[in-house]
Every structure is written in structure tokens, then in C-alpha cells.
């Protein structure tokens, strides 16, 4: 039996529509040869969780530019949980300070990636850190 | 541009030249294979009079306040007035934007332009659910007319120019203006300003979204129709390459597809409102990004005026010279900056903006060098003002009109922008324009597809951004960091709450249901959006009247 692929979401939280980076990355994650869903930009978090466990994704990778962040990355990480999906691995990207890294971890955040990281190294995390769910 | 005696001898000097190149390479080789400029386009190690031998010097030069205009629209250049010192602002309350306006101009700022949040940008009110989080964070939150008198407070509306960076609320935000001008005892003709009012770019590339194309686009006429009548000098579109050109794409793109827009916007007039091109065209204006390439983006400025006259003149049958001009608003790239070394960014702009002086911009925003991370801090914004103050009285490059014109390597760049923007923009009316194009997700994948290329070329070391893939320090050295606090949020609802508690509830509604009956019969919704305003309707419930008749438009997450 052939090896799943790793399914991964890329989602646009808030009304922020700065989606250079999750359309850029998007693309990069299907040419390392992932499974790949974009949602677009302007989902609520509500959409970011429910899709994520509809399309049974492996990781869920939300991208802010407007500050946002702050509100909209711990209340997906909130609606996962309840949902008992938690174990969709979730990480962040954006313009997100330095001081905002550690209330991200601690709502449940894997990494955040920011301006500047190289796509391989974001590709090379993924394949150490996302293991793709039975 | 050349007789054939000089033709003939730059050929046999090029031809001694180049032998001597392939010498000198085999001994000491070029330090890289590829010269491109920053969209990739490859440039030649020498331009000489053979690049530019079929040019025409009347027909595709000529003067400045001439026909192509590629000099330029001001036959005095830059003498009688230096370009428009317009710094891009908002953040938070209206309260703290009228203060950094007020700073602004004390400090020689020469007009106004306004930033407002996501949730005014997309028309929504701060209390939805939807705007939760976003208040005040990329610009000033604005609910109702009660927060825009509080933003305009002490400004003198009639004097100075105000541009708001606004899409599908255009027409509420501009009727905000005109009404609180009107509250004010300000005649509608005195006031000066641009909406940027451009959908189009923003089913492309920037995706503050409401309506689908078709309706978002009769919106846009019903504001060029009003602004025709009783706003003369307002410009009522601001057709924008801006964020084209941050969502990724090369300069041809960024050109291309802003013409091809204003080409659309000029057509739906003609058609919708049945206006002659010359009754309206003038007051089109554009709005064009100054990427790091310094030659690649004087270029394209200069080629941008040079198709619209063509265009105006040969494609629309304008006879009226204002129309074949194209005035046009020039911003630095944020896409350029880096959040590593954010200090480096102060160099960036500075040579940003050299470019969009020397491409001839009649208006300019130059980035603070803080905002990639976060808005700019009051002393980042003075640098950038500064940076525009002493390229306009110390470095003497206003002192002559397009100073490049002429080069070789200047003129062929600018041919071949102009060649490869008509390519797309022949491509794009064979498609059956811009919306049958956006519909087909055209221009959207060209973009994803530039954006690409260059991030591959970044991670493999071809193209360098310094201190992000080479020269990294070890050390960064923090800059202060402006936040705007979560409290402004809650302070914000409750001014909203405040107004809902005060107003006349039934004349709301029968404002609102004008505003439906006039989008049903295809009615300029102008008139009626002024008198909703007056009577305290909100930025939401406007829109939510456009999203239930028109429909509402969903990002279709192309990549």
C-alpha cells in the first residue's frame, strides 16, 4: 500500500486579503507533493475549523497580515479542540511580533512562520512534523 | 532619431566592442549569468543608437504638455509646483488619524490620504461579527458620519485635497464627505479629492470584496456620472497598479493590467451612462508602484503616459487633451521592505521614491521604514516625509523635466514596457475585457505565477534581498513598535451604539429602502446615499443593501 500523502489546509482568517504568502505557499506545498486546500481569503474561524475537519487535513496552516492574528489564531485553535480535533497539527504565518509567539504556543500553535523564512524550511518542518493521520 | 552615417559607425564601434567583451570574459567572467530586473526581465550589458533607431522623435518623445506625453503632463515640469507630499494615514479611532493629520501637515505634508480598517474596507460595522479583532489595526475605523466629522475636525476641506483609500463603500464614504462638506457650509464644486473607487484591481490583486464584477463596476459609474455633475474636481477613480504589483507581479503586469482596467471603467461609462469620453475622462486618475528596480520602474511610468494618450486619443476618439493625460499617485513598495534590518528600509524608499520622481509622479507616499511589521511610528513617518523634502530642495533632481529622456537604455526600457503592456492588454480585450478576464481568473494566475518565480529566485540566491537571503546580521537592532491597544474596539462600538441609541430609526429605513429601489431600477445611488448618511446609516447597513440586491461576491482561492 502506497504511503498517504500529507493532506494540509492554507486559510485566510479575518477580512485581511494580503494572501500573496498562502497563494505563494499553497503552490509550494503541491510541488513538495502535498495534498493542498486553499480557502481563500475572508473565512470566519468558524469556516477555518470546520473545513479543516471536513476536508480532514493533517495540518492546518492560517495566514494573517492585519493584526488580527491575536483574536483569530486562538479562537480556531478554541473551535478545534472543542471539536475534538486538536490533533490537526496548526500553525501561523504573517506579521505576527515577537511577542505574540508565546500566547500562540500556548493556544496550541505548532510554529510561526514569518516575512523572510525560505520555503524549503517551511516544507522541510512539515515533513518532520506532520505525520499524515490514520 | 538617427541619420544612417552614425547608425553605420555606432555598428562597427559595437562590433570592435563586443570582440573586446568576449576577450575580457574568458579571462575575467561576468559575476553572474542572468542581469534581470527585479520581474525578470533581461537587460543588455550596453544600449547604444541601434536599440532606439526606429524611434520617431516627435511622435514618440516630443515635449513635455505634448502629445504622447511621455515628457509629462506639466509643460513647467516640476517648477511651478513639486510633486503632491500625500502620506498614506490612518489607524485607530478618528480621533487619533485627525491627530497625526494634524501633525502631518504642520510638518509640510501638502495633502491627505486617508487608511482606513478592514472592516470599513470590506463594509462591514465594527460591532459584526466578522470585524472582530480588526478595529483600528490597518487604519482608522470608521462607522457612521459622526466618526468622519470627527476625522475631518479642523481640517480645511476646502483648501487642502483628501484621497481615501477606499473600494467597494466607496460610494458611502464619499458621501460621507460630500455630506459632512455640506454640514459644513462647503459648496460640493469647491472640493477636491480622490475615491480609489478601482473594483476591478481588487478581484486581481488586493481582494477587499463585496459584490460581484458587473454591479461593482455600475457603482463605480454611478460615483464618475455624480462626480461629473457636482463634484468637478474630484477624482472619482484612482485606477491602481499599487497592489497588483504587492500581490506579486513583474512591471509589464502591474502596467498591462492597470490600463486595461481604466480602459474597462472608460468603456461601462460610455456605455452605461451614455457621457462622452471628454466629459468624464479627466478626472480618471491612476495610482502606480515604485519597486526597488530603478530603472525598470521610470520606465514604466514614463511608457504609462505614453499608451493612455494613445489609447484616450486613438481608442476612444478623445479630442480633449485633459483626457489623454495621466496624472498618477506613485507609492514606494512595501513589498520591497524587509522586517530583518528594518532600518536598511529608509534606503529602499529613498530610492523607490527617486524613481517615481524621475518617472514624473504628480503625488507620492513614501513608506516609513517600520511598516512591515506594524503601522508606522511618529517619528518613522517624518523620515518619510523628510526623504520626499530633500529629494525635491537639496538633490536638484526637479530642476529639469524627465532628465533620462534620450538615454538609450532609458527609451528602449520604456518601448519595451509599452510593447509588452499592449501585448496583455490585445490579449485581454480578445478575451472579451477585463471582467470576462477576471471571470477566467487571467490575470489572477499571471500574478500567482510571478509571485512564484520570484520567491523560488529568492530562496535559490538569484535574486538578493539583503538581510534576508545574503548579508544577514547576526545582531538586529529593535525599532519601537506602534500597537494600536484591543480597547479600541470596545470604545469604538460603544460611539456606534450611541449613534444607533440617537438617530430617527424609520427615516434609517426609508433611507435604506431608497437606496434598494434605486440599485433595483439601475438608479444613480449617489443622491440617496447622501441623505442616508445624514440621517446616520452605517457603512454596513449600506453595503448589506448593495450585497442583498447585487449578490456577494467569495474569493475563489485561486493559487
Not at chain 2, 148 to 170: H, Q
Not at chain 2, 427 to 438: N, R, V
Request: charged share 25%.
Amino acid at each position: 500500500m502506497s504511503e498517504r500523502k500529507i493532506r494540509v489546509m492554507v486559510a485566510k482568517p479575518g477580512l485581511d486579503g494580503h494572501d500573496r504568502g498562502a497563494r505563494v505557499l499553497a503552490r509550494c506545498f503541491r510541488d513538495a507533493g502535498f495534498e493542498v486546500i486553499y480557502t481563500g481569503c475572508h473565512q470566519t474561524p468558524e469556516q477555518c475549523a470546520s473545513a479543516a475537519i471536513q476536508e480532514d487535513v493533517d495540518m492546518l496552516g492560517l495566514s494573517c497580515l492585519s493584526g488580527a492574528h491575536r483574536y483569530l489564531f486562538p479562537q480556531v485553535a478554541k473551535l478545534l479542540k472543542e471539536q475534538g480535533a486538536d490533533d490537526i497539527v496548526l500553525v501561523g504565518g504573517g506579521i505576527i511580533p515577537d511577542q505574540d509567539f508565546q500566547p500562540l504556543y500556548d493556544a496550541g500553535f505548532k510554529a510561526i512562520f514569518t516575512p523572510g523564512t525560505p520555503l524549503d524550511t517551511i516544507v522541510d518542518w512539515i515533513k518532520t512534523n506532520v505525520k499524515p493521520r490514520s | 532619431m538617427f541619420t544612417k552615417e552614425l547608425l553605420d559607425q555606432s555598428s562597427l564601434l559595437r562590433q570592435k566592442w563586443e570582440d573586446e567583451v568576449r576577450r575580457t570574459i574568458e579571462k575575467n567572467p561576468d559575476l553572474k549569468p542572468r542581469w534581470t530586473t527585479v520581474s525578470d526581465l533581461e537587460i543588455k550589458r550596453l544600449y547604444t543608437p541601434e536599440d532606439i533607431k526606429d524611434m520617431d522623435f516627435a511622435r514618440d518623445i516630443g515635449y513635455p504638455g505634448q502629445f504622447p506625453f511621455l515628457r509629462g503632463n506639466q509643460v513647467t515640469g516640476y517648477r511651478g509646483k513639486y510633486w503632491t507630499f500625500r502620506m498614506f494615514s490612518g489607524m485607530g479611532t478618528a480621533a487619533q488619524t485627525n491627530e497625526r493629520w494634524h501633525l502631518l501637515l504642520k510638518g509640510g505634508q501638502t495633502g491627505l490620504s486617508t487608511a482606513f480598517d478592514f472592516p470599513t474596507l470590506m463594509g462591514y460595522d465594527t460591532d459584526s461579527p466578522k470585524a472582530r479583532g480588526e478595529c483600528g489595526k490597518c487604519g482608522v475605523a470608521i462607522d457612521t458620519i459622526e466618526d468622519f466629522l470627527t476625522l475631518v475636525e479642523g481640517i480645511p476641506m476646502d483648501k487642502i485635497s483628501t484621497s481615501m483609500t477606499i473600494n467597494p463603500p466607496a460610494t458611502v464614504l464619499w458621501a460621507m464627505y460630500l455630506a459632512t462638506a455640506q454640514i459644513k457650509g462647503i459648496p460640493l464644486e469647491k472640493l477636491a479629492g480622490t475615491i480609489q473607487n478601482d473594483m476591478l484591481k481588487e478581484f486581481i490583486a488586493q481582494k477587499t470584496l463585496m459584490c460581484p464584477p458587473e454591479p461593482s463596476v455600475k457603482l463605480i459609474s454611478d460615483t464618475v456620472e455624480f462626480g461629473t455633475k457636482y463634484v468637478p474636481k474630484w477624482n472619482t477613480i484612482s485606477i491602481s497598479g499599487y497592489h497588483i504589483r504587492e500581490a506579486g507581479s513583474t512591471a509589464v503586469q502591474e502596467l498591462a493590467f492597470t490600463l486595461r482596467d481604466g480602459m474597462e471603467y472608460v468603456e461601462d461609462v460610455i456605455r452605461r451612462k451614455g457621457l462622452h469620453v471628454d466629459e468624464f475622462a479627466p478626472r480618471l486618475s491612476f495610482f502606480f508602484n515604485a519597486h526597488i528596480d530603478f530603472f525598470e520602474e521610470i520606465a514604466k511610468l514614463r511608457a504609462a503616459r505614453r499608451i493612455w494618450a494613445k489609447a484616450m486619443r486613438d481608442r476612444y476618439g478623445s479630442t480633449n487633451e485633459r483626457s489623454w493625460w495621466m496624472r498618477f499617485h506613485t507609492q514606494t513598495a512595501g513589498c520591497s521592505l524587509t522586517a530583518q534590518q528594518p532600518y536598511n528600509n529608509v534606503v529602499r524608499t529613498a530610492v523607490e521614491a527617486l524613481a517615481a520622481v524621475l518617472g514624473g509622479t504628480q503625488s507620492l507616499h513614501t513608506n516609513s521604514l517600520d511598516e512591515v511589521l506594524c503601522l508606522p511610528s511618529d517619528h518613522a513617518v517624518e523620515i518619510a516625509l523628510r526623504t520626499q523634502q530633500i529629494l525635491a530642495e537639496e538633490t536638484g533632481v526637479a530642476n529639469t523635466i524627465d532628465p533620462l529622456a534620450g538615454s538609450y537604455f532609458v527609451e528602449a526600457l520604456t518601448n519595451e514596457m509599452e510593447e509588452k503592456a499592449w501585448e496583455y492588454i490585445h490579449k485581454i480585450d480578445e478575451m472579451g475585457g477585463m471582467i470576462a478576464a477576471i471571470e477566467k481568473g487571467f490575470p489572477q494566475m499571471e500574478i500567482a505565477d510571478a509571485a512564484y518565480t520570484f520567491q523560488k529566485q529568492i530562496d535559490a540566491g538569484e535574486k538578493v534581498m539583503v538581510g534576508v537571503n545574503k548579508y544577514i546580521s547576526e545582531k538586529e537592532y529593535p525599532i519601537p513598535f506602534l500597537e494600536i491597544d484591543d480597547s479600541v474596539e470596545l470604545e469604538q462600538i460603544e460611539r456606534l451604539n450611541a449613534v444607533r441609541r440617537k438617530r430617527d430609526s424609520r427615516k434609517v429605513r426609508e433611507c435604506l429602502d431608497d437606496i434598494r429601489n434605486a440599485c433595483k431600477k439601475g438608479e444613480n445611488v449617489m443622491p440617496y446615499c447622501i441623505e442616508a448618511v445624514k440621517n446616520y446609516c452605517t457603512v454596513q447597513e449600506i453595503c448589506d443593501v448593495y450585497r442583498e440586491v447585487y449578490g456577494e461576491y467569495r474569493d475563489p482561492g485561486l493559487y
